[in-house]
């Protein structure tokens, strides 16, 4: 199964990571502001799992620790803006944008510069 997995293109990889690791913050947020109860206490679990999900599938890149971080910073900022908007109806201002630009160039320099 772990090879089925390591066959998925890396960037494949880590999409579904930073999905899971900003759906299940966004979630965790959401049930600790707007929820009681059992309703808490089952949608904590399930940020739970999607925070390890994110970590699994993070660690099953095949790609030096330090390249993929460069990648994943990158992906997982485009992600967080995805997921902040559908969560929570927030639109990123020119210095998120103008940042977001500056994160993303380095994630690619990171990950992509040989040296």
């Known amino acids: 199964m772990i090879k089925l997995i390591q066959s998925i293109p890396t960037i ?3 999409i579904i990571a930073t999905s899971l690791e900003v759906g299940g913050d966004a979630l965790i947020r959401k049930c600790i502001h707007n929820y009681t109860g059992t309703i808490r206490i089952g949608y904590g679990i399930i940020g739970v799992l999607m925070l390890f999900g994110y970590a699994f599938f993070l660690n099953l890149a095949p790609v030096e620790f330090g390249k993929i971080v460069g990648l994943y910073i990158a992906t997982l ?8 908007y559908i969560s929570f109806k ?26």
């Open 12 to 14: 494949i990889l880590l």
């Open 77 to 84: 900022f485009v992600m967080w803006q995805v997921i902040s």
């Open 90 to 115: 927030s639109v990123p201002g020119t210095p998120v944008i103008l940042g977001g630009i500056l994160i993303v160039a380095g994630g690619l320099i990171v990950t992509f510069w040989e040296k």
